[in-house]
């Protein structure tokens, strides 16, 4: 499993800070307020410390308030600066983390039919959540951490070597050392976390595929299998945990073995050049106390390692998707497709998936507007990759389609789609209100236009009968309703769109014989006027087509009209004589 360099990311990472840098900017100053107080307390115990051993009667009542005062209004403004960095702050990496999942779902709209098919939906839905938990906490974290850590080490070694250079240098010496040890596991662990976080997507993309498939396991009474599988992919991240748990502690106990190694070099060292006269008691305290605070700074880098590792797994895995190529984009000139009249020809066209060898090979296609052209044929000849070249989910490999004479490869793909409708054997209804189903044929559409529409695809009868008729909710993927009602209500959608080029993809083919007439009803008030493609396994639905085309693995073996074609005794006979036994 590669994983990227930590620079790189944090390179594409810092463009999302561009929004709020005047809030960053306060969060840093606030930090350096912080900071400041806790600067400030080892001098005063110094001052104190040294008066009272040297000069007793120096150190007044008067001073030692004044110097409480002090304290305590550096405390107040300590107050106030960790409420803005606790609260604001973390707001600040909330609205990042908002940002990525914005853009990353954005992205994930421009992605081929080619992505999806090669990526399981669970990994997708682990990155755009899971994944993203954590940005909060790094975006907000991440610089105020280092920010902090890097002010107090700077200022502390200049304080201490202001107290004996020597003592400062073999302290900070030990730093280095510490560093390049506990880097050892810094590697390891990320690698672990970004196994941990490819793990749970799988999970989430077993656990998908068995909750969707819960119909088909408990027909078979497979659940046992099920949960068999679960069970391997839920010990297979236990295990991915363990291992980064390994890491974090080998981490830890590095960490903690030299900070040990520090205080006692402060104490044994310190105390003897104490006895040598080269620093003074006073001078020994304030030291104890600024190492003290440079190894809690030291700690908390230490506590905050785990998060900067999972925020760069998390941007890491989010940079992955992102950086996905979008096929099917629209030309630099791409213009909008306007007044389509339907007139629809391939020329030349040849079209293969990738590490495949070509499923169609220099087709020439001529569809008339408002004609109704059928293609049938063996499974596997290309009917339906032929169709969804049209609204470009795929682009050719060769040649090109015209749509009233126009490349469709230099228009915008939303205008091209916007004139197509599609009727497709597995129809998918969104999670909401048969409403909001209809609707999405034409967001912003009037009840009455929806009404209209469900009426023309022969669905507003059995709507009406629902228990909140329109309103009522389809369920998951439309599971409260027939076949033949999600596809009526598919219709009632395409109605709604009204587009001038229809393609309908073995529409009536998963329906029983009544729901199939009734389909087949509203699919002939639907083509009627409209440049029409259908693909169909079941010949009778085709009897009326203007042109038939039989499509096989030599391309377009045979053309003319059910009645021709039967009369030639070729392959659309065979095909029909097949489907009557």
């Given at each position: 499993?590669?994983?990227?360099?930590?620079?790189?990311?944090i390179?594409?990472?810092i463009?999302y800070?561009?929004?709020?840098?005047?809030v960053?900017?306060?969060?840093?100053?606030?930090a350096?307020?912080?900071?400041?107080?806790?600067?400030?307390l080892?001098?005063?115990?110094?001052?104190?410390?040294?008066k009272?051993?040297?000069d007793?009667?120096?150190?007044?009542?008067?001073?030692?308030?004044?110097?409480g005062?002090?304290?305590?209004?550096?405390?107040?403004?300590?107050?106030?600066a960790?409420?803005?960095?606790?609260?604001?702050?973390?707001?600040?990496?909330?609205r990042?983390e908002t940002?990525?999942?914005?853009?990353?779902?954005?992205?994930?709209?421009?992605?081929?039919?080619?992505?999806?098919?090669?990526?399981?939906?669970?990994?997708?839905?682990?990155?755009?959540?899971?994944?993203?938990?954590d940005?909060?906490?790094?975006?907000?974290?991440?610089?105020?951490?280092?920010?902090?850590?890097?002010l107090?080490?700077?200022?502390?070694?200049?304080?201490?070597?202001?107290?004996?250079?020597?003592?400062?240098?073999?302290?900070?010496?030990?730093?280095?050392?510490?560093?390049?040890c506990?880097?050892q596991f810094?590697g390891?662990?990320?690698?672990?976390f970004?196994?941990?976080?490819?793990?749970?997507g799988?999970?989430?993309?077993?656990?998908?595929?068995?909750?969707?498939?819960?119909r088909?396991?408990?027909s078979f009474?497979?659940?046992?299998?099920?949960?068999?599988?679960?069970?391997?992919?839920?010990?297979?991240?236990?295990?991915?945990?363990i291992e980064?748990?390994?890491?974090?502690?080998?981490?830890?106990?590095?960490?903690?073995?030299?900070?040990?190694?520090?205080?006692?070099a402060?104490?044994?060292i310190?105390?003897?050049?104490?006895?040598?006269?080269?620093?003074?008691?006073?001078?020994?305290?304030?030291?104890?106390?600024?190492?003290?605070?440079?190894l809690?700074?030291?700690?908390?880098?230490?506590?905050?390692?785990e998060?900067?590792?999972?925020?760069?797994?998390?941007?890491?895995?989010?940079?992955?998707?992102?950086?996905?190529?979008?096929?099917?984009?629209?030309?630099?000139?791409?213009?909008?497709?306007?007044?389509?009249?339907?007139?629809?020809?391939?020329?030349?066209?040849?079209?293969?998936?990738?590490d495949?060898?070509?499923?169609?090979?220099?087709?020439?296609?001529?569809?008339?507007?408002?004609e109704?052209?059928?293609?049938?044929g063996?499974?596997?000849?290309?009917k339906?990759?032929?169709?969804?070249?049209i609204?470009?989910?795929?682009d050719?490999?060769?040649?090109?389609?015209?749509?009233?004479?126009?490349?469709?490869?230099?228009v915008?793909?939303?205008?091209?789609?916007?004139?197509?409708?599609?009727?497709?054997?597995?129809?998918?209804l969104?999670?909401?209100?048969?409403y909001?189903?209809?609707?999405?044929?034409?967001?912003?559409?009037?009840k009455?236009?929806?009404e209209?529409?469900?009426?023309?695809?022969?669905?507003?009868?059995?709507?009406?009968?629902?228990?909140?008729?329109?309103?009522?909710?389809?369920?998951?993927?439309?599971?409260?309703?027939?076949?033949?009602?999600?596809?009526?209500?598919?219709?009632?959608?395409v109605?709604?769109?009204?587009?001038?080029?229809?393609?309908?993809?073995?529409?009536?083919?998963?329906?029983?014989?009544?729901?199939?007439?009734?389909?087949?009803?509203?699919?002939?008030?639907?083509?009627k006027?409209?440049?029409?493609?259908?693909?169909?396994?079941?010949?009778?639905?085709?009897?009326n087509?203007?042109?038939?085309m039989?499509?096989?693995?030599?391309g377009?073996?045979?053309?003319?009209?059910?009645?021709?074609?039967?009369v030639k005794?070729?392959?659309?006979?065979?095909l029909?004589?097949?489907?009557?036994?």
């Amino acid at each position: 499993m590669v994983t990227k360099k930590t620079s790189y990311l944090i390179k594409r990472f810092i463009p999302y800070f561009k929004k709020y840098k005047w809030v960053l900017v306060l969060d840093l100053f606030c930090a350096t307020l912080t900071t400041l107080c806790d600067l400030v307390l080892p001098l005063i115990v110094r001052f104190i410390t040294e008066k009272g051993m040297n000069d007793i009667g120096a150190l007044t009542v008067e001073t030692i308030l004044s110097l409480g005062l002090l304290y305590m209004v550096l405390r107040v403004l300590d107050v106030i600066a960790n409420y803005y960095m606790a609260n604001v702050g973390h707001v600040m990496g909330a609205r990042i983390e908002t940002d990525m999942r914005k853009d990353l779902f954005s992205h994930m709209q421009e992605l081929s039919y080619s992505y999806y098919s090669n990526t399981k939906i669970g990994q997708l839905m682990a990155r755009i959540t899971s994944d993203l938990f954590d940005i909060t906490e790094f975006a907000h974290h991440c610089p105020e951490e280092y920010f902090i850590a890097v002010l107090k080490i700077a200022v502390s070694f200049g304080i201490l070597c202001s107290v004996d250079v020597w003592l400062t240098v073999i302290i900070f010496a030990i730093l280095p050392v510490m560093i390049f040890c506990s880097m050892q596991f810094n590697g390891k662990m990320k690698k672990a976390f970004k196994k941990q976080r490819n793990q749970i997507g799988e999970i989430n993309a077993q656990v998908e595929d068995s909750l969707l498939g819960i119909r088909v396991s408990k027909s078979f009474a497979n659940e046992e299998i099920e949960k068999a599988k679960f069970e391997e992919g839920n010990g297979k991240f236990l295990g991915v945990k363990i291992e980064s748990y390994k890491y974090m502690a080998g981490f830890q106990g590095t960490v903690r073995f030299f900070d040990g190694i520090m205080y006692i070099a402060v104490v044994v060292i310190g105390s003897l050049f104490m006895i040598k006269g080269k620093i003074a008691p006073s001078d020994l305290v304030a030291y104890l106390l600024y190492v003290v605070m440079l190894l809690n700074s030291v700690r908390r880098i230490v506590e905050f390692t785990e998060q900067f590792q999972r925020g760069m797994t998390g941007i890491e895995r989010f940079i992955e998707v992102m950086d996905e190529p979008v096929e099917i984009d629209d030309a630099e000139d791409a213009v909008e497709l306007q007044d389509v009249k339907g007139n629809i020809i391939f020329e030349d066209v040849s079209f293969q998936y990738p590490d495949s060898d070509n499923i169609l090979e220099h087709l020439n296609i001529h569809v008339k507007a408002g004609e109704n052209i059928a293609f049938v044929g063996p499974s596997g000849a290309g009917k339906t990759t032929l169709c969804n070249l049209i609204p470009r989910f795929y682009d050719v490999t060769a040649g090109r389609i015209l749509v009233d004479g126009s490349d469709i490869r230099q228009v915008t793909v939303k205008s091209l789609r916007s004139q197509i409708g599609m009727v497709q054997q597995d129809v998918y209804l969104f999670s909401g209100t048969v409403y909001d189903n209809i609707e999405y044929g034409r967001p912003g559409a009037t009840k009455k236009e929806i009404e209209e529409a469900a009426k023309m695809a022969g669905a507003h009868e059995f709507i009406s009968q629902l228990t909140e008729g329109y309103h009522t909710f389809v369920g998951e993927h439309g599971v409260k309703l027939s076949g033949g009602q999600k596809q009526r209500i598919s219709i009632a959608r395409v109605f709604l769109k009204n587009p001038p080029i229809l393609i309908l993809d073995e529409a009536t083919s998963a329906l029983d014989n009544e729901s199939e007439m009734i389909v087949q009803e509203s699919l002939a008030k639907l083509a009627k006027g409209r440049t029409t493609l259908t693909i169909a396994h079941r010949l009778t639905t085709i009897r009326n087509a203007d042109r038939i085309m039989v499509l096989t693995d030599n391309g377009i073996e045979e053309e003319g009209n059910h009645e021709e074609l039967l009369v030639k005794q070729g392959a659309y006979a065979k095909l029909y004589n097949l489907y009557k036994q």
